[in-house]
Every structure is written in structure tokens, then in C-alpha cells.
């Protein structure tokens, strides 16, 4: 019998009970950190930091054109910091340190890539490439892979990372799938829509990811003022692939979706 796991994403510390598994944010995009979350998979922002490119605006990836701000690019959602500066990396290190202390149930990595493939082609990061002889490309891929084996030493819990949803051509974001694995034990996968009026666009994602991914991994769904219906049919339309489903920021919807899995769990069909 398969059986689904349904989590929430979450910005609350608070957690209702009945789910199989919580992601919390202990450091979100603006920056803020907050107390570790006993029992959930903390959620760490890692390169998407607001305030960090506010108070050190030195650190900022640059992509030769302009800063890796909002108020330069407007394609970014957040301003991202450039992977060259390891005081930066000891910050969350630490970070991943002190929380790994409590009893946390994992740590979840989100903005480990670059923000974009024009990125980061800043002084320190050309020096790196030069010095190392490697191509902008491998030097993207390098830079991530090494940050997450680095946080992969420091804690023995579960560990998760987020990828784009993109699963054919991951190495434009700095990614390369199959070295990540090794160093992570699922990947999470945001196919987020405000409305979930049209799937045939989810139904070929999470495609795509179920026949690329060997490791485990869950497809997560945005719930905020979605309508429940719709988000009944992308939950379902998701379960044909996994039976790994996230429900983020509306939890009350996401127990909607939990009981109607529940009810379906003997008929999935999943590698997991
Ligand atoms: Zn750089």
C-alpha cells in the first residue's frame, strides 16, 4: 500500500498537529532569523537575503549588467548575495550550528542557486574562475554543490533543498541534480500558481521531475487564496507522480487536502 506524506510550508511557528511532516521558515528572504522550530524541517534562505544586501551591499552577485537588487533587476523577487564570500557561508553555518543543538526534525535549504543565469560574474568570482581554470558554468555548479556538502558535515539531520521548477535544464540556475543528491536527502519542488485553473503545465512538470529524480522528493503546492476545488484537482493531478505533497501558507487547506489524499492512499502510484 503506498502512502502519502502531506506537509505544510509555513511561516508560522506554530504548528497544528495531524500532519506527517513541517517546514518553517528560521530565516526567510527579508532576513530575520528566528528561534529554531522543534520538531519541523527549519527553512533557511540561503542566498535570497534582504537585509544582508542592505547592510553589506558589497556582498551582492552582479551579473555584469547590474546588482543582484530588486531595484536593478527587476526579474528578482528578493536581492541575493554572491556565493564568493565564505564570512557569509559561516553565518549560516552557524546558523545551521546552533539550531541543529534542538530538537529540530531537518533543515531545509532554499535559495542555494544563483538567482539567475546571468549570475555572478562579480571581480571575486571571475578571479575564482580564473584561478581554478573552470568555465563560469562548472564554477556556478561547484559553488552550490560545495556549500551544501558543507552543511551536509555539520548536521546528521534530514536535509532538503529546493529546486526550480525546471527539470530539464537545472545547470542554468547552477545546479546540477544528480552531484546534489548525494549530499541531500529529497529535493522539495515549488509548482506554484495563484489560481490552479489550468494543470496541463503541472501535469508536465511533475513529469518531468518523477523520470529525471532518483531520490526522493516532494512537489509543493501554493494554497493562499487559491480556490479548494482547483487546489483539490493540482493535488490530485500531482499524487499520479508522488506521494510527497507540501501544502504552503494557507494550513487549513492543506488539512482539506490531507483528508481527501487520505482517502486515496490505496490507489497511487509512486516509486517512493
Ligand atoms: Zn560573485
Not at 534582504?50 to 558589497?58: D, S
Not at 555548479?141 to 526550480?164: D, H, P, R
Request: aromatic fraction near 14%; hydrophobic fraction near 35%; charge should be neutral.
Amino acid at each position: 500500500m503506498q502512502k502519502y506524506n502531506i506537509g505544510i510550508y509555513s511561516h508560522n511557528a506554530e504548528m497544528p498537529e495531524g500532519f506527517d511532516i513541517y517546514f518553517n521558515y528560521m530565516k526567510d528572504v527579508t532576513g530575520i532569523i528566528n528561534k529554531p522550530v522543534i520538531n519541523s524541517h527549519n527553512i533557511i534562505s540561503c542566498f535570497a537575503d534582504n537585509k544582508t544586501a542592505k547592510q553589506n551591499p558589497e556582498l551582492v552577485a552582479y551579473s555584469g549588467k547590474n546588482r543582484a537588487l530588486r531595484s536593478e533587476d527587476k526579474t528578482l523577487y528578493c536581492d541575493w548575495i554572491c556565493h564568493s564570500h565564505k564570512e557569509y557561508y559561516s553565518k549560516i553555518f552557524e546558523l545551521v550550528k546552533i539550531a541543529d543543538k534542538s530538537n529540530v526534525a531537518g533543515f531545509h535549504l532554499d535559495s542555494i542557486t544563483m538567482p539567475n543565469p546571468d549570475y555572478c560574474v562579480c571581480d571575486t568570482c571571475l578571479k575564482e574562475m580564473q584561478d581554478n581554470n573552470v568555465n563560469i558554468n562548472d564554477f556556478r555548479i561547484n559553488q552550490t554543490i560545495n556549500f551544501v556538502k558543507q552543511i551536509s558535515k555539520i548536521t546528521q539531520k534530514e536535509l532538503s533543498v529546493t529546486l526550480y521548477p525546471d527539470p530539464f535544464y537545472q545547470e542554468r540556475y547552477g545546479i546540477d541534480i544528480a552531484a546534489l543528491a548525494r549530499y541531500i536527502d529529497y529535493f522539495l519542488i515549488p509548482l506554484y500558481d495563484i489560481s490552479y485553473q489550468s494543470l496541463y503545465w503541472l501535469d508536465s512538470l511533475a513529469h518531468g521531475f518523477y523520470k529525471i529524480l532518483k531520490k526522493p522528493f516532494y512537489i509543493m503546492l501554493y494554497a493562499k487564496d487559491v480556490d479548494l476545488e482547483n487546489l483539490k484537482k493540482a493535488a490530485k493531478m500531482v499524487g499520479r507522480y508522488t506521494n510527497n505533497i507540501i501544502i504552503s501558507y494557507d494550513d487549513d487547506k492543506a488539512y482539506e487536502i490531507y483528508k481527501m489524499l487520505k482517502k486515496l492512499e490505496n490507489k497511487v502510484r509512486s516509486r517512493f
